[in-house]
């Protein structure tokens, strides 16, 4: 079992910039991947972004590439999602996931209100 639990979501101005945090515990060992995902209302869960546990190779949604920063910090099995120039369309509950061998773990969800 893996718990995560994220942190760092609120209100900003468009332009602005908002630091996520997804804090992993239990068994961090089987992690091989983390991913971060968000859900508008009224609409679907989307991938945003996604970091390798090996290699720290990253991916990101077409929407977020060069605006948006997946990175990890080991001693504290904690990944990040730096969010800057935010726009009113990056409103979301963002969703961080953990990938192990057959199964993903998810946490909560961070409300993240751009306001224009």
């Known amino acids: 079992q893996v718990q995560l639990v994220e942190s760092g979501g609120g209100v900003v101005q468009a332009g602005g910039s908002l630091r996520l945090s997804c804090a992993a515990s239990g068994d961090t060992f089987n992690i091989y991947t983390m991913r971060w995902f968000r859900q508008a209302p009224g609409k679907e869960r989307e991938f945003v972004a996604r970091?390798?546990?090996?290699?720290?190779?990253?991916n990101y949604a077409d929407s977020v590439k060069g605006r948006f920063t997946i990175s990890r910090a080991n001693a504290k099995i904690t990944v990040y999602l730096q969010m800057n120039s935010l726009k009113p369309e990056d409103t979301a509950v963002y969703y961080c996931a953990a990938d192990v061998r057959f199964s993903t773990y998810w946490g909560q969800g961070t409300q993240v209100t751009v306001s224009s």
């Open positions: 970091i390798s546990w090996s290699d720290l190779r990253t």
